[in-house]
């Protein structure tokens, strides 16, 4: 579906056109006046990919489809194969289609691939691009995992035909992935962090990179508009604990809520899938971004800011 006309050369085609962050990167290019289109093609169906990018001629895919789960990721564990085959197959799959027809492909990929652990410990060094996942506890996390080229110590290279066949994606020299952790909105759509953390019963209390869509999604397009390519983290610098997050929402934009904390041993009696609580390294990503003159704000300002966008607007 065509959304905008456009000034410039290039041609966006937004992927997983019905999604919470593709709606929000449709609404930035129409806004920033770009020629932006949307789809809904599934990545894993190569005929109908080739035909899409062939009737559409994107110079840009931006690849916001993936298998999240509803209500959240604990879904992926008991839907394997579904999970594989949109996460793993369609997004290698789509990944290729671009390449074979020279379009730079933007995927928008987690973070939530890490754990803190001794050499990434909570206020020490972030985990760094090149750092091998050490994060396994879901499912969702293993699949987004295993499409970038990074192993669990421990596990064999050839472990696994299929995984190991996957370890590839950012060996396509046309793809740039932005690894995203918690995203969160102006606004308290559900899929909102802060949405999802105000609503639970209990919180964890735990410092965590997280990424503000207003900072980073016009970055995104920056990156994506001069065709960089490789694996980026791609959140606010610094991290945040929970009771932080919702301090400044209570100050700013709620004084009536409050919440209860437990601890993680309690956590993991209520979920199925383990949660990813990491810092990310953003040295690489603000150092490009420079070039670039885009400034991201560390975590609290942003949030900070954030909040104020949503009190401004008239959210209670
Ligand atoms: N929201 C988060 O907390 C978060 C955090 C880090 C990274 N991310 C990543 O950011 C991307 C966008 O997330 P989101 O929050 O916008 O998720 P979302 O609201 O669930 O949107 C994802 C969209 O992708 C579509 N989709 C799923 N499998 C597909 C396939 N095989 N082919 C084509 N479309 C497919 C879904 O359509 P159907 O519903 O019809 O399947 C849905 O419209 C995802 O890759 C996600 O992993 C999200």
Redo the contacts with the bound molecule.
């Keep these: 579906m065509a959304t905008s006309k456009g000034d410039g050369a290039n041609r966006f085609l937004v992927?997983?056109?019905?999604?919470?962050?593709?709606?929000?990167l449709k609404k930035l290019l129409q806004d920033q006046g770009k020629a932006v289109y949307t789809?809904?093609?599934?990545?894993?169906?190569r005929e109908a990919v080739l035909a899409e990018l062939a009737r559409v001629r994107p110079t840009h895919v931006l690849?916001?489809?993936?298998?999240?789960?509803?209500p959240n990721v604990d879904w992926c564990e008991d839907n394997k194969e579904a999970t594989m085959?949109?996460?793993v197959i369609?997004?290698l799959n789509?990944a290729d289609c671009c390449h074979l027809n020279g379009i730079h492909c933007t995927?928008?990929?987690?973070?939530?691939i890490y754990q803190y652990d001794e050499a990434h410990p909570w206020g020490g060094p972030g985990f760094l691009e090149t750092d091998p996942a050490n994060f396994d506890g879901s499912f969702?996390s293993m699949t987004?995992a295993h499409v970038e080229e990074v192993r669990y110590p421990g596990l064999p290279p050839c472990v696994n035909p299929v995984l190991t066949c996957l370890q590839i994606i950012k060996h396509y020299t046309n793809c740039l992935v932005l690894?995203?952790?918690?995203?969160v909105s102006d606004d308290l759509h559900p899929?909102n962090?802060v949405t999802k953390i105000a609503k639970y019963d209990h919180v964890v209390d735990i410092p965590n990179s997280n990424?503000i869509l207003s900072d980073l999604l016009p970055a995104s397009i920056l990156l994506a508009e001069h065709r960089d390519v490789g694996v980026y983290n791609f959140t606010n610098p610094g991290a945040i604990s929970h009771n932080e997050v919702l301090t400044l929402f209570r100050d700013i934009v709620r004084p009536s809520f409050t919440w209860k904390n437990f601890s993680l041993e309690e956590q993991a009696k209520v979920i199925k899938a383990g949660r990813s609580n990491c810092e990310l390294d953003t040295t690489k990503l603000i150092s490009k971004l420079k070039e670039y003159k885009y400034e991201i704000p560390e975590i609290h300002d942003a949030y900070r800011k954030c909040f104020e966008r949503m009190k401004a607007a008239g959210v209670e």
Excluded: Q
């Design positions: 992927w997983g056109g019905d999604g919470w962050v593709a709606g929000h789809t809904t093609i599934r990545m894993e169906n690849n916001a489809a993936g298998c999240t789960g509803r085959r949109s996460n369609g997004t789509l995927v928008f990929a987690t973070g939530c969702y987004k690894r995203l952790r918690m995203p899929r962090f990424t």
